[in-house]
């Protein structure tokens, strides 16, 4: 901080630290007692979770306050199908509104919780379930081809953006452990599944890439 602080005053700038925030990521019994953060001589606010584009990030890396945000959001925006259908939208429209103004907010950066629970999937779930509640009301016969579920979607978004990173070109390319014929240098079986690497925390095992690639190795 006090580096930035330089750097602002070298620059003609005044760090705000009104508006700025800090976020303390640590998984020790025992967090160490760190000395307050100062930015343009005001002290910053310790939180316990943050928002960076859109995305809640909590100290302890868990997904329960984005998910209950998106949750609560796309709960509000269900009063607008309620009007439609009280005024005699079609079923089909009703769900034409529900997958462009309803869905994506449940799926804000759904990739990033592909690994979430069975709790926090399923309240992500029960938004949709309200939904289609809403939308079939009034439907004479059932939906031939229901909607795929929240979680489906989640999970065939993140091994689409995991074959993308497969790509040299890629940014994100380095991230991807090797396949294992490129680590064992032999033809096997399963040649073009990719090596996991070993985690001991299930933090880690319900990352994006992690599960990601547990997912596309099932597929290939």
Request: hydrophobic share 35%; net charge positive; charged share 20%.
């Given at each position: ?52 584009l859109g995305f809640k990030i909590n100290s302890n890396l868990k997904f329960d306050s984005h998910i209950n945000h998106l949750a609560k959001k796309g709960s509000q925006r269900l009063h607008y ?68 579920t929240l979680q489906s979607r989640r999970e065939d978004a993140a091994v689409k953006l995991l074959k993308q990173m497969l790509q040299d070109d890629h940014p994100l390319h380095d991230l991807v ?44």
């Open positions: 901080a006090t580096h930035l602080d330089l750097w602002a005053t070298q620059n003609n700038m005044t760090m705000n630290g009104d508006k700025s925030y800090e976020l303390r990521i640590c998984f020790s019994r025992i967090p160490p007692d760190l000395p307050p953060l100062v930015l343009g001589g005001k002290e910053v606010t310790v939180v316990t979770c943050a928002t960076n199908l309620r009007l439609l259908a009280k005024g005699g939208m079609p079923p089909d429209d009703l769900t034409t509104v529900y997958t462009t103004l309803v869905r994506p907010v449940l799926e804000y950066a759904n990739v990033v919780f592909v690994g979430c629970t069975n709790s926090q999937s399923k309240t992500l779930e029960t938004v949709q379930k309200r939904a289609m509640k809403i939308i079939n009301k009034n439907r004479s016969s059932p939906m031939t081809t229901p909607l795929p452990p090797p396949t294992r014929s490129s680590a064992t240098g032999r033809s096997l079986r399963n040649k073009d599944t990719i090596s996991i690497p070993p985690a001991r925390t299930k933090r880690l095992q319900n990352s994006f890439l992690y599960k990601s690639i547990r997912l596309y190795n099932q597929i290939v």
